[in-house]
């Protein structure tokens, strides 16, 4: 699974699968305090993907500022803390954001990176990564997902490059090798997000544009590696977006900050590749003189278990008041088009001014049942556990019991092959993911 493109796969089974036994929390008691981990320099980036095989998501830091440019590997301990950072070198330049898929197919979790080029470092299995491989350069890539675009079973690679206005695919073969293709982007790209947006069983791409016009470019999937021309849906200075079902209707939408206003917008999808005009939500606590704080990443997962996907915008703040610092924007969906909140979860200590929170990451980091959270500022990685309060990953039915109803439930999905089957997040529905389920049973609620 590509720990970018798909949100954290176990998290998802357990939110899923119990989401009813959990309630909605009120928006201010979604998470508990911060906890930084000192690593990297103007950290960029932060994403979550179990690479040592121990079923407890690891973090992947992306450090800008780093000296000599290096990847930075975080470790989980089991219970939601992580050990020192080990630092992994790069040759494309600083680290901008980085994907974890596995496109050798050898079983174990890869990085893909972009710098100045696309950098994959295949991982060992043990958390550990060999010397990068590159592939294509771009003048300004800004962000990468991964997932198979064109259908042949591997995992591919999606990056954003605001300066050639351009969006790129690396398309794997399942060794760790890929041929590479451009795509035209509308002005300034600096966001990308995958998904199924028209609902004809394709992928296609979203990229956020900084540049006029300035919003999100839809270029729908035809099939053959082929895509069609983007259309642009105007919003205010998208440079990160997102995606899920806000709504609640089985359409995929997207949500893009913007920093000017200090809010996030939100467009509906309609189920073919068509948004309604968007909904603006603004970030609380806003000063009118500094504009502080501003939303500069933003992502997307159902963190209260309720069916419905939640919003959460990463802040740069300048500690100069009350909630002025830098923070974390947690939006609960009601499931009708309209969020409850933001409450802010501040991050940096009261004494250090302008850290710049600018990322976002999903998954059970201390494997309680529910979606923790995690996003850099500076020279740290903050993880907020989330208290919610756990589901049981057992409760297909969401009934509060493990019983036999349960299991041919989850029989029913894994004879089908689907998603929500894949336990251990591999991107195949197997005897781990059976077995893996039978220990969860085993367990009870």
């Known amino acids: 699974m590509c720990e970018r493109q798909v949100k954290s796969v176990v998290a998802i089974v357990v939110l899923s699968l119990s989401g009813a036994a959990m309630g909605q929390c009120d928006v201010s008691e979604v998470f508990g305090e911060a906890v930084g981990y000192g690593v990297g320099s103007a950290n960029l980036d932060v994403t979550a993907g179990d690479l040592n095989g121990d079923g407890a998501p690891d973090l992947v830091v992306c450090a800008f500022f780093a000296d000599p440019d290096t990847i930075a590997v975080l470790l989980n301990n089991g219970d939601g803390t992580f050990g020192e950072a080990t630092e992994y070198p790069l040759v494309g330049g600083p680290a901008r954001r980085a994907a974890i898929g596995d496109f050798d197919e050898d079983g174990s979790p890869d990085l893909a990176v972009v710098t100045g080029v696309i950098e994959v470092l295949l991982g060992a299995g043990d958390g550990t990564f060999g010397a990068p491989g590159t592939f294509s350069s771009g003048q300004m890539y800004k962000d990468v997902e991964c997932a198979d675009m064109d259908g042949d079973g591997h995992f591919d690679i999606i990056a954003a490059d605001r300066d050639f206005d351009e969006f790129t695919i690396a398309f794997g073969d399942g060794t760790g ?22 609902n004809d069983g394709i992928l296609d791409v979203a990229t956020s544009l900084v540049f006029e016009p300035s919003g999100v470019q839809i270029n729908l999937g035809e099939g053959d590696r082929q895509f069609g021309s983007g259309n642009v849906f105007e919003l205010g200075d998208p440079e990160d ?3 899920g079902d806000f709504d609640g209707d089985g359409n995929v939408d997207l949500a893009a900050q913007n920093d000017n206003e200090g809010t996030f917008e939100v467009l509906f999808g309609n189920g073919d590749g068509t948004f309604t005009p968007l909904v603006s939500v603004v970030v609380p606590g806003q000063d009118p003189g500094s504009g502080f704080p501003v939303p500069l990443a933003i992502g997307a997962n159902d ?115 689907d998603d929500l089957a894949d336990i251990d997040g591999d991107g195949d529905t197997d005897a781990d993911d059976f077995f893996g389920y039978l220990d969860l049973f085993a367990a009870g609620c």
Not at 177 to 198: H, K, L, M, Q, W
Not at 336 to 363: I, K, M
Not at 382 to 390: E, T
């Open 177 to 198: 090798d890929f041929s590479v293709r451009f795509f035209t982007a509308f002005d300034g790209p600096t966001g990308v997000e995958i998904a199924d947006f028209n």
């Open 241 to 243: 977006l997102t995606s």
């Open 303 to 417: 963190l209260d278990g309720d069916g419905d996907d939640d919003i959460v915008t990463a802040n740069f703040g300048l500690n100069i008041g009350p909630d002025m610092g830098s923070s974390f924007g947690v939006a609960l969906s009601n499931g009708d088009r309209t969020f409850e909140g933001p409450a802010l979860y501040p991050v940096a200590p009261d004494d250090r001014t302008g850290d710049r929170l600018r990322s976002t990451a999903f998954a059970d980091f201390d494997g309680d049942g529910t979606l923790d959270l995690a996003g850099t500022a500076n020279a740290d990685v903050f993880v907020l556990l989330n208290a919610c309060g756990g589901g049981c990953a057992a409760d297909i039915d969401g009934d509060g019991d493990a019983d036999a109803d349960d299991f041919f439930g989850y029989l029913d999905l894994f004879a089908a092959g």
